[in-house]
């Protein structure tokens, strides 16, 4: 699913139909279907794949808006699980929660007020996502804000961003919100979480959760499964070429440097949308069972 706007275009939103198979949540064979488009600054793609339901959802404004932020570009992934409210809230509110939250300020602020206000904004809108979400679902976000000079990457779960050169090296990338990462076992713990692992199966939370950061879940308690993201910055220098945003759909089967290699690969010669579709092709057959997003923008 997506919702994306351009230039204050009216937002829409696309559906996926789907097959209902009887494999362990999975279709009897993948929706390939693709949603793809783009310009010479961006490509964005998307497959339901192997999953019974479309759980993603996407959105781009280029510019962030016509006024105070004309020379900023947004772009946002939200990755649903356990149905589809909050990631459809959520990638409808975020960017109008930042510009409301932007606005308020009347000078300039260094780079850790701005990461602090993008957090407090993400926190706020999971506070009031609970009177509008009625369903069990949770959502994982990966998010950028593009200046002239500054990259942001805004990470809440486990989908990923990635800065990278040219030449395909990684210059900058978010780090995930896992059951697996010591850091995170040691911050559940102490809110009153279980980090568990039955046969055969990820680690989880409380026997549920593949993730240990997300909006929504209302289920468990918001400091266990928190709406806290962490946010990197990287330089809109000579050596950024292009910023990757995917869910885990894609990092699943692929690592940063894979991933960079294969843009970069094609990047001289082929249209990012057309790298973008490749790339979801690749990961479906690297056996890729999840919904499958990208975004590839160019920065150089």
């Known amino acids: 699913m997506s919702v994306h706007n351009h230039n204050d275009k009216a937002t829409t939103a696309i559906t996926a139909t789907t097959t209902v198979g ?10 390939t279907k693709k949603e793809l488009f783009g310009d010479k600054l961006f490509g964005i793609g998307s497959m339901q794949g192997w999953r019974r339901t479309a759980e993603d ?27 589809i409210d909050t990631a459809k809230n959520a990638s409808h509110l975020f960017d109008k929660y930042l510009l409301e939250c932007f606005h308020h300020v009347e000078t300039k602020i260094d ?4 990461e602090r206000m993008i957090k407090d904004t993400l926190v706020l809108l999971d506070k ?8 069990q679902s949770g959502s994982v976000c990966i998010a ?52 568990t692992q039955s046969p055969n199966d990820v680690l989880r939370v409380d026997d549920t959760y593949a993730m240990t950061r997300a909006l929504g ?38 690592s940063n440097e894979e ?3 294969f843009v970069a690969h094609q990047a001289s010669n082929t249209a990012l949308d057309h790298i973008v579709s490749h790339l979801l092709d690749h990961c479906l057959q690297l056996q890729s069972t999840d919904n499958m997003t990208a975004i590839i923008i160019k920065v150089d």
Not at 22 to 31: A, C, I, Q, S, V
Not at 111 to 114: E, K, P, V, Y
Not at 128 to 135: E, G, M, Y
């Open 144 to 195: 950028t804000l593009i200046s002239s000079k500054q990259i942001f990457l805004i990470n809440l779960g486990d989908s990923r961003g990635i800065v990278i050169s040219k030449d395909g090296h990684v210059l900058a990338a978010t780090k995930d919100h896992k059951p697996s990462v010591l850091k995170e076992q040691e911050r559940i713990r102490k809110a009153g979480g279980h980090i």
């Open 22 to 31: 009887t494999n362990d949540g999975l279709l009897d064979k993948p929706n």
């Open 259 to 261: 991933v960079a290699k």
């Open 57 to 83: 959802f996407y959105k781009y404004l280029v510019p962030l808006d016509h006024h105070a932020f004309k020379h900023w570009n947004y772009f946002s992934i939200f990755d649903g699980h356990n149905g």
């Open 128 to 135: 009031n996502l609970r009177k509008i979400v009625h369903d």
């Open 217 to 254: 879940d209302y289920a468990i308690d918001k400091h266990i499964i928190a709406p806290i993201p962490d946010i990197i910055h990287y330089p809109r220098d000579s050596t950024a070429a292009f910023v990757i945003l995917a869910c885990d759909g894609i990092w699943d089967v692929m």
């Open 111 to 114: 780079n850790h007020d701005f």
